[in-house]
């Protein structure tokens, strides 16, 4: 697996939520195993075999968060190149075609969430935009076509 970049905020968020499959959830899921076995023959049992197969899907679950926090890196915003874009830029773009304005936060996969502005830097837009400056024009591959987004302003 390779490195993930993750704001404080964001690995903060990922620990606590492996924390809480590990004491929470795990101990959940053995409790419906015990009680499916203390209920007799195992070979006809759906119930227990139902547990076995969450608590199977959980332990995988677990195994793959623990290898994301131990190939996680916390990203240092004050040690970023503030003149172009970069992971965690604040990035306004202006459509020259439409003249409409957004403002997307670059993040991690992991982070990204559309609905509070904060793309994935790995998304096609993500991708055409990391490295510009202000004034540039970043030509963007879209499944409709090319898509054109001028560089407004940088943030941190």
């Given amino acids: 697996m390779s490195l993930s970049y993750y704001t404080p905020e964001g690995f903060k968020k990922l620990k ?16 419906q195993i ?11 049992n759906a119930e227990y075999d139902a547990a076995k197969e969450a608590q199977g899907m959980l332990e995988m679950k677990i195994a793959r968060m623990e290898e994301l926090v131990a190939n996680a890196r916390i990203v240092d915003e004050s040690q970023l190149d503030a003149t172009k874009v970069l992971i ?31 793309i994935s830097v790995s998304s096609p837009i993500g991708k ?24 407004v302003s940088i943030e941190r």
């Fill in 16 to 31: 606590e939520e492996l924390e809480h499959l590990r004491s929470v959830e795990r101990p959940r899921v053995s409790g």
């Fill in 34 to 44: 015990a009680e499916a076995r203390d209920k007799g023959d195992l070979s006809e």
């Fill in 88 to 118: 965690l830029s604040k990035v306004t773009v202006r459509n020259p075609q439409t003249a409409a304005t957004m403002t997307y936060t670059l993040v991690s996969e992991q982070e990204a969430d559309l609905r509070s502005g904060k």
């Fill in 128 to 151: 055409g935009l990391l490295g510009k400056a202000v004034g540039e024009v970043a030509e963007i591959q879209i499944p409709n076509g090319l898509m054109s987004l001028e560089i």
